[in-house]
């Protein structure tokens, strides 16, 4: 009996000592101190009878933000297994995440098939969509060079922006100076500088300002045009000590600073707020946008993307989140807008694993498709902080993948947009009955509206056409005696890709126009002229009002009048009369309401283009062939 008592306190003393230990993890957690939480998780662990699916979750959650991925990994399934799918899109995305930072693609595809079905239909669909096109891009080969920089420490080097001849980007490596980040127990950051990022080597970098420099976070910077103002995010402080919230966090604010002043004055922006970060700044290349990340109420998930205008007088408009095609569940970071581009970095599109970099084009006020930029650039690692450089198709970006030399390092790249091309291909319908349409034309003209080039759709209504990446156009179909339909396309980053679905349907217009193999004329009963006449017959009339009606239903319809005669009388004769004809017709459509821009021509041919040969060969026509051959007909030049 005495042996049982003995156990029985020693289980409830291991208990009680492994509860102090939870107790004490939980309390490092929700301060997001995880380095010092994994060890009173790992105690409690090995001193628990039994652990709750909840504490598994915090387990995963603490290894996930250390980047211990198999850990996480680990902890969370153990969650999953006991209680299903996570409901909080936070902590089911790190471990979708940890899946694929751990390469488990197919495991983390089923995750988040699980995650947007939850949703509903529409998102696992349009999750369908982005995966579809990122194995798409899996298939093209990689156009993008990239090397680690020289100037890179073993400590965090990320970020990137040019002050006039500077190169500016945040970096731990002031450790002996700054302490360390109770979160991770990595070094606090700091603002430096070099002059040439290509060849500078880590000595020659230095603070970019020590006046600006505090005790913690600091980073990262951009600059308005001709660098009159600096732009950065830093830890919220007072004085020389951090400012925690009601919630016990000490979050980011962006602050602007003017450069030409004599003494620096840190003027923190209208949008801060004291419950939520705000962080890496981007200015326009006008100066006329604010980009900024910030996990502000109201968005997506963690971190969203938003803008504001920078107005003439300094003041700033009410911040824009850029909307669900952009921002996550996840984190959305680091942009960065240049010629209607939009260049981030993201967690929550479908990607090789951690932040992934990706782009956007902008068109008339939207933000298209995330497109990643594909592997090279991206790894199952952080990449993110895109920068162009000086040079064409040159930049930046940042990682901390396998084989750089700290924790993150930047990395210049080159983009071969030359090699660059695209396979778009597609058929051309009839509209009403579904039927391939030969012998249609497929134009395309690029950004300054030149044709680029021009193909003809097979006996199956087929064309294909070979495009450059990155670039945008208008395609256009239309055959003689069909309606015209056009879209305006872009190619994006995706070497070699192959779509066969730019599909065009025409409308059968033979009810309007006539053809004669690639010439389209207005289709209306024949214009006859009384013999040696040339006034409009009231009969006459009657057809060239069809005309009227056809060109107003087209009012960019442009025309051109061509008038015969027959063979009888003289060559010389029958020049004037045809051409007495042809104005007549055109002076007549002009008395009701045709503009003369849209009548190319009004020529008369004589007798040079009879439709029945009269009075050769000894063959005479009768009165019904002379009158076919004096007639009036109406050449579609362009609709």
């Given at each position: 009996m005495k042996r049982i008592y003995i156990i029985i306190t020693c289980l409830i003393s291991l208990n009680v000592f492994a509860q102090s230990h939870l107790q004490e993890a939980n309390k490092l957690y929700d301060r997001l101190v995880y380095i010092d939480a994994a060890k009173e998780y790992e105690a409690y662990v090995q001193n628990a009878n039994y652990i709750e699916p909840e504490t598994y979750m915090k387990i995963g959650d603490t290894y996930y933000n250390l980047k211990n991925f198999a850990q996480a990994k680990e902890a969370y399934q153990k969650c999953y297994n006991a209680v299903g799918p996570n409901k909080n899109n936070a902590q089911g995305y790190q471990y979708y995440d940890s899946l694929r930072r751990l390469k488990l693609y197919d495991e983390a595809e089923k995750v988040a098939e699980r995650y947007f079905e939850s949703i509903s239909v529409e998102a696992l669909n349009s999750h369908y969509e982005e995966r579809d096109r990122f194995e798409e891009l899996l298939k093209g080969d990689t156009l993008y060079k990239v090397r680690n920089l020289e100037l890179n420490s073993q400590y965090a080097d990320f970020g990137g922006s040019f002050n006039q001849k500077s190169f500016v980007f945040t970096s731990g490596r002031n450790y002996v100076n700054k302490g360390l980040f109770e979160r991770d127990n990595t070094p606090y950051l700091s603002i430096y500088k070099t002059e040439n990022p290509q060849v500078d080597s880590a000595d020659t970098v230095e603070l970019f300002s020590k006046e600006l420099t505090s005790e913690f976070h600091d980073g990262t910077a951009t600059f308005s045009p001709n660098s009159k103002y600096l732009y950065y995010a830093s830890s919220y402080q007072n004085g020389k000590r951090k400012v925690f919230e009601g919630d016990k966090k000490n979050y980011f604010k962006i602050y602007r600073v003017d450069m030409s002043a004599k003494k620096y004055k840190k003027e923190l922006l209208p949008f801060n707020g004291d419950a939520y970060?705000?962080?890496?700044?981007?200015?326009?290349?006008?100066?006329?946008?604010?980009?900024?990340?910030?996990?502000?109420?109201?968005?997506?998930?963690?971190?969203?993307?938003?803008?504001?205008?920078?107005?003439?007088?300094?003041?700033?408009?009410?911040?824009?989140?850029?909307?669900?095609?952009?921002?996550?569940?996840?984190?959305?970071?680091?942009?960065?807008?240049?010629?209607?581009?939009?260049?981030?970095?993201?967690?929550?599109?479908?990607?090789?694993?951690?932040?992934?970099?990706?782009?956007?084009?902008?068109?008339?006020?939207?933000?298209?498709?995330?497109?990643?930029?594909?592997?090279?650039?991206?790894?199952?690692?952080?990449?993110?902080?895109?920068?162009?450089?000086?040079?064409?198709?040159?930049?930046?970006?940042?990682?901390?993948?396998?084989?750089?030399?700290?924790?993150?390092?930047?990395?210049?790249?080159?983009?071969?947009?030359?090699?660059?091309?695209?396979?778009?291909?597609?058929?051309?319908?009839?509209?009403?009955?579904?039927?391939?349409?030969?012998?249609?034309?497929?134009?395309?003209?690029?950004?300054?509206?030149?044709?680029?080039?021009?193909?003809?759709?097979?006996?199956?209504?087929?064309?294909?056409?070979?495009?450059?990446?990155?670039?945008?156009?208008?395609?256009?179909?239309?055959?003689?005696?069909?309606?015209?339909?056009?879209?305006?396309?872009?190619?994006?980053?995706?070497?070699?890709?192959?779509?066969?679905?730019?599909?065009?349907?025409?409308?059968?217009?033979?009810?309007?126009?006539?053809?004669?193999?690639?010439?389209?004329?207005?289709?209306?009963?024949?214009?006859?002229?009384?013999?040696?006449?040339?006034?409009?017959?009231?009969?006459?009339?009657?057809?060239?009002?069809?005309?009227?009606?056809?060109?107003?239903?087209?009012?960019?319809?442009?025309?051109?009048?061509?008038?015969?005669?027959?063979?009888?009388?003289?060559?010389?004769?029958?020049?004037?009369?045809?051409?007495?004809?042809?104005?007549?017709?055109?002076?007549?459509?002009?008395?009701?309401?045709?503009?003369?821009?849209?009548?190319?021509s009004a020529i008369g041919y004589g007798e040079s283009r009879p439709i029945n040969i009269c009075d050769e060969d000894g063959k005479t026509c009768t009165e019904l062939e002379y009158s076919e051959n004096r007639r009036s007909e109406f050449i579609v030049v362009s609709r």
């Open positions: 970060s705000a962080g890496q700044p981007y200015v326009t290349p006008d100066g006329k946008k604010l980009f900024f990340a910030s996990d502000m109420p109201g968005g997506y998930g963690k971190a969203d993307i938003y803008v504001c205008d920078i107005y003439e007088d300094g003041t700033y408009s009410k911040p824009m989140n850029l909307g669900p095609t952009i921002n996550t569940i996840a984190d959305d970071f680091f942009p960065y807008f240049k010629d209607d581009v939009l260049y981030f970095s993201s967690g929550g599109h479908v990607g090789f694993g951690g932040l992934d970099l990706y782009k956007s084009y902008y068109r008339d006020g939207i933000y298209g498709a995330a497109i990643n930029l594909g592997p090279i650039i991206n790894t199952n690692a952080d990449d993110f902080a895109y920068l162009e450089g000086d040079e064409p198709n040159t930049g930046y970006f940042s990682s901390d993948r396998a084989g750089g030399k700290g924790g993150d390092d930047i990395y210049a790249f080159d983009y071969n947009l030359a090699k660059c091309v695209q396979y778009i291909s597609g058929t051309v319908y009839d509209i009403e009955t579904n039927e391939p349409i030969a012998n249609a034309y497929v134009t395309v003209y690029d950004e300054a509206n030149t044709e680029y080039l021009k193909v003809k759709t097979d006996e199956k209504g087929a064309y294909a056409v070979e495009l450059t990446c990155e670039s945008t156009y208008k395609i256009e179909a239309r055959k003689a005696g069909y309606s015209e339909d056009e879209l305006n396309f872009t190619t994006d980053v995706l070497p070699d890709r192959k779509m066969n679905m730019l599909d065009f349907k025409l409308k059968d217009l033979s009810e309007i126009f006539v053809t004669e193999g690639e010439v389209e004329k207005i289709r209306i009963d024949p214009i006859y002229f009384d013999y040696y006449r040339y006034n409009i017959t009231d009969v006459a009339a009657i057809q060239l009002r069809k005309v009227v009606d056809v060109m107003n239903a087209y009012p960019e319809m442009i025309i051109k009048i061509e008038s015969h005669t027959d063979q009888r009388g003289t060559d010389y004769f029958n020049k004037t009369l045809s051409t007495n004809r042809a104005l007549s017709t055109k002076d007549w459509l002009l008395e009701h309401g045709i503009e003369s821009s849209r009548i190319e």
